[in-house]
Protein backbone atom coordinates (compact mmCIF):
# COMPACT_ATOMS: atom_id res chain seq x y z
CA UNK A 1 0.00 0.00 0.00
CA UNK A 2 1.18 3.79 -0.51
CA UNK A 3 2.66 5.79 2.17
CA UNK A 4 0.30 7.43 4.66
CA UNK A 5 2.75 10.66 3.74
CA UNK A 6 3.09 9.93 -0.28
CA UNK A 7 -0.59 9.83 -0.27
CA UNK A 8 -1.33 13.20 2.02
CA UNK A 9 1.20 14.76 -0.29
CA UNK A 10 -0.31 13.32 -3.77
CA UNK A 11 -3.70 14.38 -2.65
CA UNK A 12 -2.49 18.22 -1.36
CA UNK A 13 -1.26 18.68 -4.84
CA UNK A 14 -4.07 17.27 -6.76
CA UNK A 15 -6.56 19.47 -4.31
CA UNK A 16 -4.48 22.52 -5.66
CA UNK A 17 -5.01 21.52 -9.04
CA UNK A 18 -8.94 21.19 -7.66
CA UNK A 19 -8.68 24.89 -5.90
CA UNK A 20 -7.40 26.34 -9.47
CA UNK A 21 -10.03 25.01 -11.51
CA UNK A 22 -12.26 26.65 -9.65
CA UNK A 23 -11.12 29.99 -10.03
CA UNK A 24 -10.50 29.74 -13.84
CA UNK A 25 -13.74 32.27 -14.14
CA UNK A 26 -11.34 35.33 -12.99
CA UNK A 27 -8.51 34.17 -15.44
CA UNK A 28 -8.97 37.23 -18.16
CA UNK A 29 -12.74 38.03 -17.24
CA UNK A 30 -15.11 39.43 -20.30
CA UNK A 31 -18.23 40.58 -20.75
CA UNK A 32 -18.85 39.32 -23.69
CA UNK A 33 -21.85 37.02 -24.73
CA UNK A 34 -21.02 33.37 -25.15
CA UNK A 35 -19.12 32.16 -27.95
CA UNK A 36 -16.45 29.09 -29.01
CA UNK A 37 -13.85 32.42 -29.21
CA UNK A 38 -14.47 32.88 -25.47
CA UNK A 39 -14.92 28.86 -24.03
CA UNK A 40 -12.26 27.92 -26.42
CA UNK A 41 -9.88 30.04 -26.44
CA UNK A 42 -9.90 32.24 -23.59
CA UNK A 43 -10.87 34.95 -25.72
CA UNK A 44 -7.31 35.11 -27.45
CA UNK A 45 -6.73 37.12 -24.57
CA UNK A 46 -3.44 35.03 -22.96
CA UNK A 47 -0.30 36.59 -22.21
CA UNK A 48 3.62 35.70 -23.10
CA UNK A 49 3.41 34.03 -19.65
CA UNK A 50 0.14 32.09 -19.54
CA UNK A 51 0.58 31.24 -23.51
CA UNK A 52 3.97 29.71 -22.45
CA UNK A 53 2.48 27.25 -19.47
CA UNK A 54 -0.48 26.51 -21.13
CA UNK A 55 1.39 25.77 -24.37
CA UNK A 56 4.31 23.91 -22.84
CA UNK A 57 1.87 22.17 -20.70
CA UNK A 58 -0.14 20.76 -23.05
CA UNK A 59 2.52 19.68 -25.53
CA UNK A 60 4.37 17.67 -23.03
CA UNK A 61 2.18 15.40 -21.65
CA UNK A 62 2.06 12.77 -18.35
CA UNK A 63 2.35 10.08 -20.77
CA UNK A 64 5.38 11.92 -22.57
CA UNK A 65 6.69 11.89 -19.21
CA UNK A 66 6.45 8.08 -18.41
CA UNK A 67 6.92 6.98 -22.19
CA UNK A 68 9.66 8.76 -22.91
CA UNK A 69 12.09 7.51 -20.13
CA UNK A 70 10.22 3.91 -20.10
CA UNK A 71 11.63 4.26 -24.00
CA UNK A 72 15.33 4.82 -22.67
CA UNK A 73 14.81 2.52 -19.50
CA UNK A 74 13.88 -0.66 -22.42
CA UNK A 75 16.18 0.97 -25.58
CA UNK A 76 18.74 3.05 -24.77
CA UNK A 77 19.32 6.14 -27.11
CA UNK A 78 16.47 5.86 -29.75
CA UNK A 79 14.47 7.27 -27.06
CA UNK A 80 16.40 10.63 -26.85
CA UNK A 81 14.58 11.19 -30.64
CA UNK A 82 11.90 13.09 -28.51
CA UNK A 83 14.46 15.57 -27.59
CA UNK A 84 15.59 17.10 -30.67
CA UNK A 85 11.45 16.64 -32.42
CA UNK A 86 10.66 18.84 -29.16
CA UNK A 87 13.78 21.54 -30.46
CA UNK A 88 12.02 21.33 -34.15
CA UNK A 89 9.20 21.85 -33.61
CA UNK A 90 10.21 25.52 -31.79
CA UNK A 91 11.29 27.25 -35.09
CA UNK A 92 8.15 25.57 -37.03
CA UNK A 93 6.01 27.11 -34.09
CA UNK A 94 7.76 30.62 -34.67
CA UNK A 95 6.86 30.69 -38.45
CA UNK A 96 3.81 28.52 -38.82
CA UNK A 97 2.01 29.12 -35.63
CA UNK A 98 2.44 32.80 -35.82
CA UNK A 99 1.00 32.97 -39.57
CA UNK A 100 -1.46 30.59 -38.31
CA UNK A 101 -2.48 33.03 -35.88
CA UNK A 102 -2.46 36.43 -37.51
CA UNK A 103 -4.87 34.58 -40.56
CA UNK A 104 -7.09 32.95 -37.77
CA UNK A 105 -7.52 36.46 -35.55
CA UNK A 106 -8.22 38.21 -38.89
CA UNK A 107 -10.96 36.00 -39.74
CA UNK A 108 -12.35 34.88 -36.39
CA UNK A 109 -11.45 31.11 -37.27
CA UNK A 110 -10.94 28.54 -33.97
CA UNK A 111 -10.00 25.51 -35.98
CA UNK A 112 -7.57 24.30 -38.50
CA UNK A 113 -10.58 23.21 -40.46
CA UNK A 114 -11.58 26.94 -40.66
CA UNK A 115 -8.21 27.75 -41.90
CA UNK A 116 -8.91 25.45 -45.00
CA UNK A 117 -12.54 26.27 -45.49
CA UNK A 118 -11.48 29.45 -45.93
CA UNK A 119 -8.28 29.10 -47.58
CA UNK A 120 -9.50 26.93 -50.36
CA UNK A 121 -13.74 27.06 -49.95
CA UNK A 122 -13.98 23.36 -49.77
CA UNK A 123 -16.61 22.42 -47.17
CA UNK A 124 -15.18 18.46 -47.86
CA UNK A 125 -11.35 19.28 -47.24
CA UNK A 126 -12.33 20.99 -44.12
CA UNK A 127 -14.41 17.77 -43.15
CA UNK A 128 -11.53 15.36 -43.23
CA UNK A 129 -8.90 18.06 -41.68
CA UNK A 130 -11.37 18.39 -38.54
CA UNK A 131 -12.50 14.25 -38.72
CA UNK A 132 -8.82 13.45 -38.11
CA UNK A 133 -7.75 15.88 -35.96
CA UNK A 134 -10.54 13.96 -33.96
CA UNK A 135 -9.42 10.63 -34.72
CA UNK A 136 -5.63 11.31 -34.01
CA UNK A 137 -6.84 13.33 -30.63
CA UNK A 138 -9.03 10.79 -28.95
CA UNK A 139 -6.17 7.78 -28.39
CA UNK A 140 -3.66 10.55 -27.38
CA UNK A 141 -6.43 11.38 -24.40
CA UNK A 142 -6.60 7.78 -23.51
CA UNK A 143 -3.12 7.73 -23.10
CA UNK A 144 -2.58 10.74 -20.33
CA UNK A 145 -5.32 8.53 -18.40
CA UNK A 146 -2.75 5.29 -19.20
CA UNK A 147 0.12 8.08 -17.78
CA UNK A 148 -2.33 8.83 -14.34
CA UNK A 149 -2.64 4.86 -13.79
CA UNK A 150 1.45 4.08 -14.14
CA UNK A 151 2.12 6.48 -11.59
CA UNK A 152 -0.65 5.44 -8.94
CA UNK A 153 0.66 1.61 -9.35
CA UNK A 154 4.40 2.30 -9.01
CA UNK A 155 2.97 4.34 -6.03
CA UNK A 156 0.76 1.56 -4.53
CA UNK A 157 -2.18 3.82 -5.01
CA UNK A 158 -4.10 1.96 -8.02
CA UNK A 159 -3.26 -1.54 -7.57
CA UNK A 160 -3.88 -3.78 -10.40
CA UNK A 161 -6.98 -4.75 -10.57
CA UNK A 162 -8.31 -2.74 -7.60
CA UNK A 163 -11.70 -0.98 -7.54
CA UNK A 164 -10.44 2.09 -5.46
CA UNK A 165 -7.89 2.66 -8.20
CA UNK A 166 -10.52 3.25 -10.79
CA UNK A 167 -12.65 5.77 -8.48
CA UNK A 168 -9.54 7.54 -8.10
CA UNK A 169 -9.01 8.05 -12.21
CA UNK A 170 -12.71 8.36 -12.70
CA UNK A 171 -13.10 11.01 -10.13
CA UNK A 172 -9.71 12.90 -10.84
CA UNK A 173 -11.54 12.78 -15.05
CA UNK A 174 -14.68 13.98 -13.22
CA UNK A 175 -13.22 17.03 -11.60
CA UNK A 176 -11.32 18.03 -14.33
CA UNK A 177 -14.89 17.77 -17.12
CA UNK A 178 -16.46 20.01 -14.74
CA UNK A 179 -14.11 22.49 -14.50
CA UNK A 180 -13.76 22.36 -18.30
CA UNK A 181 -17.70 22.04 -18.80
CA UNK A 182 -17.96 25.46 -17.05
CA UNK A 183 -14.41 28.07 -17.82
CA UNK A 184 -13.34 25.96 -21.45
CA UNK A 185 -9.39 26.51 -21.54
CA UNK A 186 -8.86 28.93 -18.81
CA UNK A 187 -9.13 26.11 -16.12
CA UNK A 188 -6.36 24.11 -18.09
CA UNK A 189 -4.80 27.90 -18.51
CA UNK A 190 -4.33 28.35 -14.58
CA UNK A 191 -4.05 24.19 -13.83
CA UNK A 192 -0.77 24.50 -16.36
CA UNK A 193 0.94 27.02 -13.51
CA UNK A 194 0.78 24.83 -10.88
CA UNK A 195 1.85 21.41 -13.33
CA UNK A 196 5.05 23.50 -13.95
CA UNK A 197 5.95 24.35 -10.51
CA UNK A 198 5.12 20.71 -9.64
CA UNK A 199 7.16 19.15 -12.57
CA UNK A 200 10.16 21.36 -12.30
CA UNK A 201 10.49 21.26 -8.23
CA UNK A 202 9.46 17.73 -7.95
CA UNK A 203 12.16 16.68 -11.58
CA UNK A 204 15.08 19.04 -9.94
CA UNK A 205 14.60 17.15 -6.87
CA UNK A 206 14.94 13.48 -7.83
CA UNK A 207 17.96 14.58 -10.39
CA UNK A 208 20.14 15.73 -7.57
CA UNK A 209 19.20 12.83 -5.52
CA UNK A 210 19.69 10.52 -8.26
CA UNK A 211 23.28 12.00 -8.98
CA UNK A 212 23.86 12.23 -5.03
CA UNK A 213 23.56 8.69 -4.39
CA UNK A 214 25.00 7.38 -7.91
CA UNK A 215 28.06 9.52 -7.51
CA UNK A 216 27.61 11.45 -10.78
CA UNK A 217 25.98 11.23 -14.06
CA UNK A 218 29.33 9.10 -15.95
CA UNK A 219 28.81 6.65 -13.08
CA UNK A 220 24.91 6.38 -14.16
CA UNK A 221 25.60 5.47 -17.72
CA UNK A 222 28.28 2.67 -16.50
CA UNK A 223 25.93 1.07 -14.68
CA UNK A 224 23.10 1.18 -17.30
CA UNK A 225 25.77 -0.34 -19.87
CA UNK A 226 26.35 -3.19 -17.37
CA UNK A 227 22.67 -4.08 -16.69
CA UNK A 228 22.43 -3.85 -20.27
CA UNK A 229 25.16 -6.14 -21.00
CA UNK A 230 24.47 -8.31 -18.23
CA UNK A 231 21.18 -9.19 -20.13
CA UNK A 232 22.57 -9.75 -23.74
CA UNK A 233 21.58 -6.20 -24.96
CA UNK A 234 24.51 -4.48 -26.70
CA UNK A 235 26.25 -2.17 -24.36
CA UNK A 236 26.22 0.48 -27.88
CA UNK A 237 22.38 0.51 -26.52
CA UNK A 238 23.17 3.94 -24.88
CA UNK A 239 24.52 4.95 -28.24
CA UNK A 240 22.78 5.55 -31.67
CA UNK A 241 24.45 2.67 -34.11
CA UNK A 242 24.99 4.19 -37.56
CA UNK A 243 22.05 1.93 -39.05
CA UNK A 244 19.46 3.91 -36.60
CA UNK A 245 20.06 7.32 -37.54
CA UNK A 246 18.01 7.20 -40.22
CA UNK A 247 15.06 6.28 -38.23
CA UNK A 248 15.93 8.17 -35.83
CA UNK A 249 16.33 11.44 -37.69
CA UNK A 250 13.22 10.35 -40.01
CA UNK A 251 11.26 9.96 -36.76
CA UNK A 252 12.22 13.34 -34.89
CA UNK A 253 11.41 15.42 -37.77
CA UNK A 254 8.20 13.48 -39.12
CA UNK A 255 7.14 14.21 -35.15
CA UNK A 256 8.07 17.76 -35.37
CA UNK A 257 5.61 18.41 -38.45
CA UNK A 258 3.00 16.33 -36.72
CA UNK A 259 3.04 17.92 -33.26
CA UNK A 260 1.78 21.09 -34.78
CA UNK A 261 -1.02 20.07 -36.68
CA UNK A 262 -2.50 18.39 -33.60
CA UNK A 263 -5.54 20.47 -32.51
CA UNK A 264 -5.07 20.56 -29.07
CA UNK A 265 -1.57 22.50 -30.31
CA UNK A 266 -3.38 24.57 -32.40
CA UNK A 267 -6.24 25.54 -30.01
CA UNK A 268 -3.12 26.35 -27.22
CA UNK A 269 -1.61 28.54 -29.53
CA UNK A 270 -4.72 30.64 -30.90
CA UNK A 271 -5.43 31.45 -27.28
CA UNK A 272 -2.60 33.95 -27.35
CA UNK A 273 -3.25 37.60 -27.10
CA UNK A 274 -1.24 38.61 -30.45
CA UNK A 275 1.52 37.38 -32.73
CA UNK A 276 4.44 38.70 -30.74
CA UNK A 277 3.47 36.32 -27.62
CA UNK A 278 3.45 33.36 -30.04
CA UNK A 279 6.82 33.97 -31.15
CA UNK A 280 8.61 34.97 -27.54
CA UNK A 281 6.86 31.03 -26.49
CA UNK A 282 8.15 29.49 -29.54
CA UNK A 283 11.24 30.75 -28.54
CA UNK A 284 11.38 30.10 -24.68
CA UNK A 285 9.33 26.44 -25.38
CA UNK A 286 13.21 24.85 -25.54
CA UNK A 287 13.00 25.02 -21.60
CA UNK A 288 10.18 22.69 -21.83
CA UNK A 289 12.22 20.51 -23.91
CA UNK A 290 14.94 20.11 -20.98
CA UNK A 291 12.38 18.86 -18.46
CA UNK A 292 11.90 16.09 -20.80
CA UNK A 293 15.43 15.37 -21.37
CA UNK A 294 16.23 14.78 -18.07
CA UNK A 295 13.04 12.46 -17.68
CA UNK A 296 15.08 10.27 -20.39
CA UNK A 297 17.86 10.63 -17.87
CA UNK A 298 16.09 9.43 -14.98
CA UNK A 299 15.33 6.00 -17.70
CA UNK A 300 18.72 5.79 -17.83
CA UNK A 301 19.41 6.25 -14.03
CA UNK A 302 16.20 3.40 -13.41
CA UNK A 303 18.25 0.90 -15.61
CA UNK A 304 21.06 1.13 -13.61
CA UNK A 305 19.27 1.01 -10.38
CA UNK A 306 18.34 -2.38 -10.82
CA UNK A 307 14.38 -1.21 -11.33
CA UNK A 308 12.57 -4.11 -12.62
CA UNK A 309 9.52 -2.54 -14.16
CA UNK A 310 6.82 -5.19 -14.92
CA UNK A 311 6.95 -7.13 -18.45
CA UNK A 312 5.58 -4.52 -21.27
CA UNK A 313 4.84 -1.62 -17.84
CA UNK A 314 8.57 -0.12 -19.13
CA UNK A 315 6.49 3.40 -18.42
CA UNK A 316 6.47 2.40 -14.78
CA UNK A 317 10.39 2.39 -14.66
CA UNK A 318 10.64 5.74 -13.21
CA UNK A 319 7.85 5.73 -11.03
CA UNK A 320 9.03 2.96 -9.40
CA UNK A 321 12.60 4.55 -9.26
CA UNK A 322 11.12 7.88 -7.47
CA UNK A 323 9.27 5.08 -5.03
CA UNK A 324 12.42 3.67 -4.19
CA UNK A 325 14.82 6.82 -3.76
CA UNK A 326 12.61 9.64 -2.31
CA UNK A 327 11.12 9.91 0.97
CA UNK A 328 7.39 9.47 1.02
CA UNK A 329 6.35 13.17 1.10
CA UNK A 330 8.59 14.11 -2.08
CA UNK A 331 7.44 11.13 -4.08
CA UNK A 332 3.73 12.00 -3.49
CA UNK A 333 4.69 15.65 -5.32
CA UNK A 334 6.38 13.90 -7.99
CA UNK A 335 3.28 11.58 -8.68
CA UNK A 336 1.40 14.51 -8.45
CA UNK A 337 2.78 16.45 -10.32
CA UNK A 338 3.03 13.69 -13.73
CA UNK A 339 -0.85 13.34 -12.74
CA UNK A 340 -1.54 17.27 -13.06
CA UNK A 341 0.74 17.26 -16.16
CA UNK A 342 -2.04 14.57 -17.79
CA UNK A 343 -4.97 17.04 -16.97
CA UNK A 344 -3.92 19.77 -18.42
CA UNK A 345 -3.22 18.30 -22.16
CA UNK A 346 -6.32 15.91 -21.30
CA UNK A 347 -8.60 19.15 -20.91
CA UNK A 348 -7.01 21.05 -24.26
CA UNK A 349 -7.17 17.97 -26.35
CA UNK A 350 -11.33 17.12 -25.11
CA UNK A 351 -11.89 20.97 -25.80
CA UNK A 352 -10.09 20.95 -29.68
CA UNK A 353 -12.10 17.96 -30.14
CA UNK A 354 -14.57 19.40 -29.40
CA UNK A 355 -14.40 22.84 -31.21
CA UNK A 356 -13.45 21.02 -34.48
CA UNK A 357 -16.85 18.86 -34.48
CA UNK A 358 -19.00 21.81 -33.76
CA UNK A 359 -17.41 24.20 -35.96
CA UNK A 360 -16.91 22.05 -39.13
CA UNK A 361 -19.37 18.98 -39.15
CA UNK A 362 -22.38 20.43 -36.96
CA UNK A 363 -22.35 23.86 -37.95
CA UNK A 364 -21.34 22.90 -41.89
CA UNK A 365 -23.36 19.85 -42.38
CA UNK A 366 -26.36 19.82 -39.64
CA UNK A 367 -27.54 23.28 -38.39
CA UNK A 368 -25.44 26.05 -40.28
CA UNK A 369 -27.68 28.88 -38.38
CA UNK A 370 -26.94 27.63 -34.91
CA UNK A 371 -26.26 30.80 -32.71
CA UNK A 372 -22.66 30.95 -30.94
CA UNK A 373 -24.46 30.45 -27.44
CA UNK A 374 -25.64 27.25 -28.71
CA UNK A 375 -22.51 26.26 -30.64
CA UNK A 376 -20.84 26.64 -26.84
CA UNK A 377 -23.10 24.27 -25.59
CA UNK A 378 -23.02 21.82 -28.14
CA UNK A 379 -19.07 22.53 -27.67
CA UNK A 380 -19.29 21.81 -23.79
CA UNK A 381 -21.25 18.15 -24.35
CA UNK A 382 -18.75 17.32 -26.93
CA UNK A 383 -16.67 17.62 -24.81
CA UNK A 384 -17.65 15.75 -21.82
CA UNK A 385 -18.43 12.77 -24.45
CA UNK A 386 -14.73 12.79 -25.77
CA UNK A 387 -13.60 12.74 -22.16
CA UNK A 388 -16.18 9.74 -20.63
CA UNK A 389 -15.08 8.13 -24.30
CA UNK A 390 -11.41 8.39 -23.07
CA UNK A 391 -12.45 6.66 -19.54
CA UNK A 392 -14.01 3.78 -20.96
CA UNK A 393 -11.05 3.05 -23.80
CA UNK A 394 -8.73 2.38 -21.29
CA UNK A 395 -11.07 0.17 -19.00
CA UNK A 396 -12.44 -1.20 -21.84
CA UNK A 397 -9.30 -2.15 -23.79
CA UNK A 398 -5.45 -3.03 -23.30
CA UNK A 399 -3.43 -0.73 -22.74
CA UNK A 400 -1.43 -1.40 -26.03
CA UNK A 401 -4.58 -0.52 -27.68
CA UNK A 402 -4.03 2.86 -26.95
CA UNK A 403 -0.69 2.94 -27.73
CA UNK A 404 -1.10 1.08 -31.13
CA UNK A 405 -3.74 3.82 -32.00
CA UNK A 406 -1.48 6.70 -30.91
CA UNK A 407 0.60 5.65 -33.36
CA UNK A 408 -1.40 5.38 -36.03
CA UNK A 409 -2.31 8.93 -34.47
CA UNK A 410 0.56 10.60 -35.69
CA UNK A 411 0.93 9.09 -39.24
CA UNK A 412 -2.87 10.13 -39.40
CA UNK A 413 -2.40 13.78 -38.08
CA UNK A 414 1.11 14.51 -40.73
CA UNK A 415 -1.36 14.03 -43.65
CA UNK A 416 -3.26 17.35 -43.13
CA UNK A 417 -0.12 19.09 -42.63
CA UNK A 418 -0.20 19.83 -47.21
CA UNK A 419 -3.59 21.30 -46.70
CA UNK A 420 -2.62 23.27 -43.43
CA UNK A 421 1.20 24.17 -43.11
CA UNK A 422 1.53 24.15 -46.94
CA UNK A 423 -1.72 26.61 -47.29
CA UNK A 424 -0.44 29.56 -45.35
CA UNK A 425 2.05 29.63 -48.03
CA UNK A 426 0.66 29.18 -51.35
CA UNK A 427 -2.93 28.26 -52.28
CA UNK A 428 -1.54 26.76 -55.60
CA UNK A 429 -2.37 23.26 -54.62
CA UNK A 430 -6.19 22.35 -55.87
CA UNK A 431 -8.92 21.21 -53.32
CA UNK A 432 -9.47 17.60 -54.87
CA UNK A 433 -5.60 17.10 -55.06
CA UNK A 434 -5.16 17.61 -51.32
CA UNK A 435 -7.97 15.54 -50.76
CA UNK A 436 -6.42 12.91 -52.83
CA UNK A 437 -3.15 12.77 -51.40
CA UNK A 438 -4.40 12.75 -48.36
CA UNK A 439 -6.48 9.80 -48.70
CA UNK A 440 -3.24 7.82 -50.08
CA UNK A 441 -1.37 9.19 -47.07
CA UNK A 442 -3.80 7.91 -45.15
CA UNK A 443 -4.03 4.23 -46.12
CA UNK A 444 -0.18 4.27 -47.24
CA UNK A 445 0.33 5.24 -43.66
CA UNK A 446 -2.01 3.23 -42.02
CA UNK A 447 -0.70 -0.03 -44.31
CA UNK A 448 2.55 0.41 -43.41
CA UNK A 449 2.40 0.78 -39.60
CA UNK A 450 0.06 -2.14 -39.44
CA UNK A 451 2.26 -4.44 -41.62
CA UNK A 452 4.71 -3.43 -39.56
CA UNK A 453 3.08 -4.89 -36.41
CA UNK A 454 1.90 -1.64 -35.65
CA UNK A 455 5.79 -0.42 -35.75
CA UNK A 456 5.92 3.19 -36.94
CA UNK A 457 9.52 2.71 -38.46
CA UNK A 458 9.45 0.69 -41.44
CA UNK A 459 11.95 -1.02 -43.77
CA UNK A 460 12.77 0.35 -47.51
CA UNK A 461 15.49 -0.85 -49.47
CA UNK A 462 15.46 -4.35 -49.05
CA UNK A 463 15.50 -4.03 -45.08
CA UNK A 464 19.18 -1.72 -45.39
CA UNK A 465 16.72 1.28 -44.73
CA UNK A 466 14.17 2.52 -42.03
CA UNK A 467 12.69 5.35 -41.50
CA UNK A 468 9.16 7.14 -40.06
CA UNK A 469 6.45 5.71 -42.06
CA UNK A 470 4.33 8.66 -41.16
CA UNK A 471 7.51 10.58 -43.42
CA UNK A 472 7.01 8.33 -46.41
CA UNK A 473 3.36 8.98 -46.44
CA UNK A 474 3.45 12.50 -46.26
CA UNK A 475 5.75 12.27 -49.17
CA UNK A 476 3.23 10.68 -51.43
CA UNK A 477 0.62 13.04 -50.15
CA UNK A 478 2.41 15.75 -51.22
CA UNK A 479 3.20 13.84 -54.85
CA UNK A 480 -0.43 13.24 -55.48
CA UNK A 481 -1.20 16.65 -54.64
CA UNK A 482 1.04 18.01 -56.65
CA UNK A 483 0.50 16.08 -59.93
CA UNK A 484 -2.89 16.21 -59.48
CA UNK A 485 -2.72 19.90 -59.19
CA UNK A 486 -1.38 19.45 -62.53
CA UNK A 487 -3.78 17.43 -64.13
CA UNK A 488 -6.73 19.34 -62.84
CA UNK A 489 -5.82 22.62 -63.56
CA UNK A 490 -5.34 21.81 -67.25
CA UNK A 491 -8.61 19.65 -67.40
CA UNK A 492 -10.31 23.66 -65.91
CA UNK A 493 -11.74 21.73 -62.97
CA UNK A 494 -12.85 24.96 -60.72
CA UNK A 495 -11.99 25.33 -57.36
CA UNK A 496 -13.47 27.23 -54.10
CA UNK A 497 -12.99 30.81 -53.49
CA UNK A 498 -9.72 31.97 -51.06
CA UNK A 499 -11.42 33.57 -48.93
CA UNK A 500 -8.13 35.09 -46.55
CA UNK A 501 -5.87 37.51 -47.53
CA UNK A 502 -2.56 34.93 -47.93
CA UNK A 503 -1.15 34.99 -51.34
CA UNK A 504 -1.66 32.57 -53.82
CA UNK A 505 1.53 31.98 -54.88
CA UNK A 506 4.67 31.19 -52.27
CA UNK A 507 6.59 34.65 -51.33
CA UNK A 508 8.57 35.54 -48.84
CA UNK A 509 8.50 38.88 -47.09
CA UNK A 510 11.60 41.16 -47.59
CA UNK A 511 12.25 44.02 -44.98
CA UNK A 512 13.85 47.29 -46.17
CA UNK A 513 17.31 47.63 -46.03
CA UNK A 514 18.07 51.13 -43.45
CA UNK A 515 19.00 53.78 -45.63
CA UNK A 516 18.86 51.72 -48.51
CA UNK A 517 18.08 54.20 -52.13
CA UNK A 518 15.42 53.34 -54.17
CA UNK A 519 16.74 52.54 -57.81
Same mark, same amino acid.
Request: aromatic share 8%.
Given at each position: #? ?323 ? #? ?21 ? #? ?170
Amino acid at each position: #MADAAMTATFLAVIGGASLLAVTARRLRPTDRLPSLESWALADRSLGPVWTWLLLGGTIFTAYTFTAVPGLAYGNGAPAFFAVPYTVIVCPLAFVLLTRLWEVARRHGYVTAGDFVRGRYGSAPLALVVALTGILATMPYLALQLLGIRAVLTAGGVYPKGGAAGDLVMVALFAGLAVATYRHGLRAPAVISALKAVAVFVSLTAVCWLVLERSGGPGAVFDGAAARLSGTGVEESALLLAPEQQPAYATLALGSALALLMYPHVLTAGFAADGPRTVRKVAVALPAWTGLLALFGFLGIAALAAGVRAPEGGAEAAVPMLVDRL #MPGPLAGLVFGAITVGALVPAAV #MSIAAATGFVRNVYVEYFQPTATPKRQVRIAKVVSLTAKVGAVAFVFGLRDQDAINLQLLGGVWILQIFPAVAVGLFTGRLHPRALLAGWGVGMVTGTFLVVREGFSSIVLLGGGSLEIYAGLLALLLNLTVAVLGTTVLERLGVPRGADATDLPSRLTVRRRPETGASNP
